[in-house]
């Protein structure tokens, strides 16, 4: 694309985006999949806010697919909550993508030691997250997230589409005006199914190695790479 052609789209994502600042969820991801009609794709972590977004896709357009990374390290409940999502919307199992690392935990053991999630888990990430996402999202022209202005101070900006310079296609936001509460409230009212670790003091999940519950009061975040500066794991850096 050239540099006029790549700040025409900017531009056009940017208005595109603002038109949307008093619209619904269920408004901005109708948009974005009627005009990326097979090249959209789904994140999932199955946490509360992405299951909010299975449920809304589903009655939108159920064909949709939806992918997860699976860093060999997640919680059997959040492996149960998959299969729970997956019974309950009917994905069949082209629909929804297993996402991993081109190394085994214990490849990965041999190359960089062991536990490194403990020593450097920028690395770590990169190797089970931030690799096999640039992998699956070559196929795309956009993905959906489920990522919230309040959940963390580097997120305060997202847009409802803006443009992913690290992963080079559309990004659409459709929760990012949604408070904790709002989620919550939609989970509820539609009986989506959640992971059950949210009802333990575990707003946000990972890996088991990285994520923690957090005290009555902390920031929703608070639990994940509790003895690291580090707050994000690399996919929704800006
Ligand atoms: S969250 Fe922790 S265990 Fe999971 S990939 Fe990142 S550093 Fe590794």
Not at 37 to 62: Q, T, W, Y
Not at 83 to 100: C, F, S, T
Request: glycine content about 6%; some cysteine.
């Amino acid at each position: 694309m050239t540099m006029n052609g790549r700040s025409e789209l900017l531009a056009e994502l940017k208005s595109w985006s603002e038109t949307f600042e008093s619209k619904q969820p269920q408004d901005v991801l109708a948009a974005a999949l009627e005009r990326y009609g097979g090249k959209i794709v789904l994140a999932c972590s199955f946490g509360a806010e992405d299951v909010v977004l299975v449920d809304m896709v589903h009655r939108i357009n159920p064909s949709v697919p939806l992918f997860y990374l699976d860093t060999d390290f997640l919680f059997p409940e959040t492996y149960a909550t998959r299969d729970r999502v997956i019974e309950r919307y009917r994905l069949n199992p082209g629909q929804v993508i297993h996402v991993k690392s081109l190394l085994t935990p214990q490849q990965q053991a041999e190359s960089y030691g062991d536990a490194l999630w403990a020593k450097n888990p920028d690395q770590c990430c990169q190797l089970r997250k931030v690799e096999p996402l640039t992998r699956v999202l070559k196929g795309y022209h956009a993905w959906i997230t489920g990522i919230r202005r309040d959940q963390a101070p580097s997120r305060a900006n997202a847009g409802l589409v803006e443009w992913d310079q690290k992963f080079e296609l559309v990004k659409i936001n459709p929760l990012a005006r949604w408070t904790w509460a709002d989620v919550w409230t939609y989970i509820k009212v539609y009986e989506v199914p959640y992971n059950p670790l949210h009802d333990q003091s575990y707003p946000s999940i990972g890996c088991t190695y990285c994520t923690a519950p957090v005290a009555p009061g902390d920031d929703l975040r608070a639990g994940r790479w509790k003895t690291f500066a580090k707050t994000e794991c690399g996919l929704h850096k800006p």
